[in-house]
């Protein structure tokens, strides 16, 4: 079973960019659909992002869609989350998952359909 962990999470100026890491052990991270989630204090889970077993990527919701851009290296078992332009309402904990059954990225992220949930990483915009 593939697990996950995050990192690259920070402080970081409005405006400014961030490369979160999904690193992926035990499973080989390409057979996977993997996903990034974000939740802030007080409020539900969010997808934000999702890339396909071949690599297609596909982001979720306006606020995010010409800012974040996800990516994976297979050669280094690890998914990727671009983050450029940083506003204060993305500051929240970011996490990583898979799903090894799906092919490509759901049309609705349901958190419920992905697993290995590592502890995330912190992303704190503010100036």
């Known amino acids: 079973q593939l697990q996950l962990v995050e990192s690259g999470g920070g402080l970081v100026q409005p405006g400014g960019s961030l490369r979160l890491s999904c690193a992926g052990s035990?499973?080989?991270?390409?057979?996977?659909?993997i996903v990034w989630f974000r939740q802030a204090p007080g409020k539900e889970r969010e997808g934000v992002s999702c890339?396909?077993?071949?690599?297609?990527?596909?982001n979720y919701g306006d606020s995010v869609k010409d800012r974040f851009t996800i990516s994976r290296d297979n050669t280094k078992n690890t998914v990727y989350l671009q983050m450029d332009n940083l506003k204060p309402d993305d500051s929240a904990v970011y996490y990583c998952a898979q799903n090894r059954f799906l092919n490509v990225c759901p049309v609705t992220l349901r958190a419920d359909l992905f697993g290995s949930w590592g502890q995330g990483t912190q992303v704190t915009v503010s100036s």
């Open positions: 035990r499973a080989t991270i390409g057979f996977y659909v």
């Open positions: 890339i396909n077993q071949d690599g297609a990527p596909t």
